[in-house]
Every structure is written in C-alpha cells, then in structure tokens.
C-alpha cells in the first residue's frame, strides 16, 4: 500500500502529456525547433 500512494502522489503532481501523431506525406526541412504548445489545425 506504501508503494501505491507514493505512486498515486507522483502521478497526482505530474500532468499528463498526450503527442498526436499524424501521418504526412513530405517533410519540410527543419530549422532544430519545435513548439509543445503550438494549436495548428
């Protein structure tokens, strides 16, 4: 039971990140960069 809360504590104080990936046909160069809070439709 010890280990459960340290583990539901560790989960409560992280957030949870979700990647989307879509498939593309070509890829653009890259200029190094990318943006985790970028909203493109």
Do not use: N, T
């Amino acid at each position: 039971m010890a280990v459960k809360s340290v583990a539901d504590e560790w989960d409560a104080a992280h957030p949870v990140i979700l990647f989307v990936l879509e498939k593309v046909e070509e890829m653009q160069g890259a200029d190094g960069f990318f943006d985790l809070d970028s909203q493109q439709s």
